[in-house]
């Protein structure tokens, strides 16, 4: 019956059974999408301390073949949102974004249990990070842009950055200068079965090898093939050098092993 309670004709009738079976088809073959991409299964309740909050998640068992799932969180963060027309070249790094003692847990959800837990900080403040809820995609990875060319980041956006065919990494920044960032890797180590934060063991010139876990650019610049850079950048503000950097991962130490040169620019008289 239509609206006044008057019956249907067939047509209308059958054009209505259409729709209906459309919308089921539809509603099916998202749901059978979102399975296909294994949409990661939620945290166990208790599984995290009180004050806890969940900022992202990523199922590990598409890449390896593990009941394994990343959980990003922060131990009660504070929300910082930018005032309008206060720009800082920080903002292409951070945004919005949230501010506090931030970690990375592997789950067994299927078990209920955390298999190993570490933190996430740059230095200064200790014991904390500013994950971006919403940025331009300068550095993270944004899917999809609003008309300020800004987003929601995936902040576990995983790769392969160190060549063994898993992608099971991904980097975070850290603000440095204006166009420079601070990058590190961390991920999923599949010889150990936990997370972890890469060492990168760094060589500037002819000096000594110096381990760090948070380098200038490497990790912002896309690999020619995993676990291999190979290129110069130039710090600007009016630099008469250029870096060049060769990277690769050494995987029998789990580490990435940077040798950097300082190479003079001719100035323009």
Not at 86 to 111: I, K
Not at 187 to 204: F, K, M
Request: hydrophobic share 40%; proline share 7%.
């Amino acid at each position: 019956m239509d609206a006044d309670g008057k019956p249907l004709n067939k047509c209308v009738r059958v054009a209505f059974n259409m729709v209906i079976r459309s919308a089921s088809f539809a509603l099916c073959a998202t749901i059978s999408v979102l399975a296909a991409q294994g949409v990661p299964p939620s945290v166990p309740e208790g599984l995290l301390p009180t004050g806890a909050m969940v900022v992202e998640t990523a199922d590990l068992r598409p890449a390896t073949g593990k009941n394994r799932t990343l959980v990003l969180w922060m131990q009660n963060p504070t929300k910082e949102v930018r005032k309008p027309n206060d720009f800082y070249c920080g903002d292409e790094v951070y945004g919005d974004h949230w501010f506090g003692p931030t970690r990375l847990s592997l789950v067994d959800v299927t078990a209920r249990k955390s298999v190993n837990t570490i933190s996430i900080e740059s230095g200064y403040p200790a014991d904390s990070f500013q994950l971006p809820f919403r940025v331009h995609d300068a550095y993270y990875h944004v899917p999809l842009l609003d008309s300020d060319k800004e987003g929601k980041p995936r902040l576990l956006h995983l790769r392969d950055f160190t060549g063994d065919g898993v992608a099971a990494e991904f980097v975070l920044f850290g603000f440095a200068a204006c166009g420079i960032a601070e990058t590190s890797v961390f991920g999923y180590q599949t010889i150990s079965d936990q997370v972890v934060q890469y060492p990168v063991e760094v060589t500037e010139g002819k000096g000594k090898p110096e381990v760090k876990f948070w380098i200038q650019q490497i990790f912002r610049i896309e690999p020619p093939k995993p676990g291999h850079w190979n290129f110069s950048w130039n710090p600007g503000r009016g630099a008469d050098f250029k870096f060049h950097e060769r990277v690769y991962f050494d995987k029998v130490r789990q580490r990435f092993v940077q040798h950097r040169t300082m190479i003079p620019l001719k100035l323009k008289m």
